[in-house]
């Protein structure tokens, strides 16, 4: 007899869990998997929509960019892209026609009270994201200060103390690279590695940046040499290639740069800093003022994102991301036998006898024909529609205009309950972890390690809108390549993406004069916000107020009528993401001892999904809920034998033990 599997929540992890459970025939006949869903379409804070009012446009929860180094998360998209097998001519027919790579990024640095954009665009490489690419703590140092070596013989000067030091630096990393030692076998070296980037920054610091602070080229070099220098410095001094990166998760990122000698300019000023906090969203209760995340976690991933890539920086999606991602692995997964239950509000996770022996979910809908097909054509490829198709519902008419994501239970319907041994036998539990206080509070009573996860697990509101124009962003001024990202400016809305790859998947008549999409996101203070439609009216008055004040150093060409759509402002797309499945969530110093791995729920039949749970990377992302996925399946079946990212220097949180 098969073991059935319900599979809570429809986000990345989930459908990843969803995914390796199924992946082959073997699987499939040793697997009944059953995905349950709140509302209409799969994602999460990942899923979108299109609205067939507005041109079927794209309505996104924020600004979903890839970096190249998910190597798990495009590993599954590889696989899932193969095995839906869409004609050669068919819309994104494979996973590199749904993923194009992009290199160039804009940071701003706040400087002498100016704005100062630093262009940069990281080399490609020949690697593919999704393979597997060991590389060393020694190939790290190697890379970083070549590059820092080429770097001060543009800014600076050839023949001088810091370019002996950055040369020496280099051949000696280069050389124990090559060695193929681990960096713990060879402390003493590691210690003169560190040394020597010490020296190189202080003579730079003394010799030229303090003559020369105005100018951006030499102040960003110093930058990146501090950054690098305190970084190495902490890693010897801290002895982290012995005791892992998990003895620094207690302490927060920047107070750790600044114990290992990172000056204030680098530490309050830098961009590259600033970008792990904005990326991420680290602001505790989205207050800007209140930066947080975890030294150890930020460090790995600061190496991960510029050593690990595979290809390019980032991958940009050719359409949204329920139609890249979560629409061909509904499809893909329909096929292999998994089912679907839509309109599936889980309210409460049941325990007896160390096990979940009851799910209850409030069924917001009743479908017709019994099997809700979810997706729509638009211009070819199935697409998320941003709303449900109303006439599959039995109560339709009744429920339209009603937001089914953020009412759990609008026709007051009393819960159904899932009974172990009959409906269930094991349990995937891949809500975010915002929403689950209310629907494990017998868990917590029961098991005092998942409490203390629930209670020191921590997550931050987002805004995002997203704009249609008349122009493009050349035309509106922008200084730099169609597509290219900008990131660190002004808070709370500190990131910009062109976004006109879309234009192509979108469906708009010729007369709309389309000829821009942008997007825009940050962080949403919790302060004083107790409704959606409080949290909906912040992230509309922040977009005006930065459409008022602030874009304008971005695009000096702007003006209000350039808005498509003809009922200005209104007519474009803002939320504010308020509910706890849609909350961001944050790793914050000494929190992360407290997360709990996929197969460490404490209950024999419950296996955890997301990307809040220990997994390798433990912050907000999509490999890192991919990952725990995977982690969730293979504690299951065994399968995936092979998970990238979940062990190794880079990941191991060695030395950050449960409290």
């Not at 040369?167 to 060879?186: M, P």
């Not at 759509?565 to 209104?570: H, N």
């Amino acid at each position: 007899m098969k073991t059935r599997v319900a599979v809570l929540g429809g986000g990345p992890a989930a459908i990843a869990a969803a995914f390796e459970l199924t992946a082959t025939p073997e699987l499939r006949e040793r697997y009944d998997v059953t995905v349950h869903q709140l509302g209409w379409r799969l994602g999460g804070k990942g899923a979108s929509g299109r609205n067939a009012a507005r041109g079927q446009r794209i309505e996104e929860h924020g600004l979903h960019i890839w970096f190249g180094f998910y190597d798990n998360a495009f590993s599954a998209m590889r696989r899932c892209y193969e095995e839906l097998g869409r004609p050669p001519d068919a819309p994104l027919a494979t996973w590199t026609d749904a993923f194009k790579p992009r290199d160039d990024c804009v940071q701003y640095e706040l400087f002498d009270g100016d704005w100062v954009p630093h262009h940069f665009r990281l080399p490609p490489n020949p690697l593919t994201p999704g393979d597997e690419n060991h590389v060393g703590l020694w190939e790290v140092l190697q890379r970083t200060f070549g590059f820092l070596t080429a770097e001060w013989r543009r800014v600076g000067k050839d023949e001088s103390e810091a370019a002996r030091l950055l040369d020496r630096l280099h051949e000696h990393a280069a050389r124990h690279a090559a060695k193929g030692t681990r960096a713990h076998e060879e402390p003493l070296e590691l210690r003169l590695a560190a040394e020597l980037a010490r020296g190189a920054r202080d003579w730079v610091w003394q010799h030229v940046v303090e003559k020369r602070l105005a100018d951006k080229g030499v102040r960003l070099f110093f930058m990146w040499l501090d950054l690098a220098a305190a970084m190495t410095t902490g890693i010897v001094e801290d002895r982290l290639p012995e005791r892992g990166f998990g003895a620094i998760n207690n302490e927060e990122l920047r107070e750790w740069l600044s114990r290992h000698g990172a000056r204030e300019l680098t530490v309050q000023g830098s961009p590259m800093i600033r970008a792990v906090y904005d990326a991420a969203f680290c602001y505790e209760r989205g207050d800007i003022a209140r930066p947080n995340v975890a030294a150890g976690k930020a460090a790995q991933d600061l190496i991960r994102s510029i050593f690990l890539y595979k290809g390019a920086l980032m991958y940009k999606m050719q359409a949204g991301m329920g139609d890249t991602v979560f629409g061909p692995f509904y499809e893909v997964l329909r096929r292999r036998g998994v089912r679907f239950e839509f309109f599936h509000c889980v309210t409460r996770l049941g325990a007896a006898d160390g096990a979940i022996d009851a799910i209850d979910i409030v069924p917001q809908a009743t479908v017709r024909d019994g099997e809700y097909r979810p997706l729509v054509d638009v211009k070819g490829l199935p697409c998320w529609p941003s709303e449900p198709d109303w006439s599959q519902l039995a109560e339709g008419e009744k429920l339209r205009g009603i937001d089914l994501e953020r009412e759990p239970n609008p026709l007051g319907c009393a819960p159904v309950t899932l009974r172990r041994g009959e409906d269930f036998d094991t349990v995937v539990l891949g809500i975010p972890v915002g929403a689950l206080p209310p629907i494990c509070s017998e868990l917590a009573a029961a098991n005092p390690r998942f409490a203390d996860m629930l209670e020191h697990s921590h997550s931050v509101m987002t805004q995002a809108f997203q704009l249609w124009l008349k122009r493009d962003a050349a035309e509106l001024g922008f200084p730099y390549p169609a597509g290219t990202l900008a990131s660190c400016y002004v808070e709370p809305l500190d990131t910009y993406c062109d976004m006109n790859q879309l234009l192509a998947r979108e469906d708009w008549p010729a007369e709309a004069a389309l000829r821009q999409i942008a997007y825009f996101c940050g962080v949403l203070q919790d302060q004083g916000v107790s409704t959606q439609a409080e949290a909906d009216g912040l992230a509309r008055t922040s977009a005006m107020e930065y459409l008022q004040r602030d874009v304008k150093r971005l695009w000096p060409e702007w003006g209000p009528e350039l808005f498509v759509g003809g009922d200005g402002f209104d007519s474009q797309y803002w939320r504010g993401n308020f509910t706890g499945s849609e909350r961001y969530a944050l790793t914050l110093a000494g929190s992360v001892r407290y997360r709990l791995w996929p197969n460490e729920s404490g209950f024999e039949n419950l296996f955890l999904a997301g990307d809040w749970t220990r997994n390798g990377i433990d912050g907000g992302s999509v490999e890192a809920a991919v990952t725990s996925g995977m982690l969730a399946a293979q504690a299951i079946s065994g399968e995936p034998r092979r998970i990238s990212g979940a062990t190794d220097w880079l990941e191991s949180d060695r030395g950050d033990a449960p409290a």
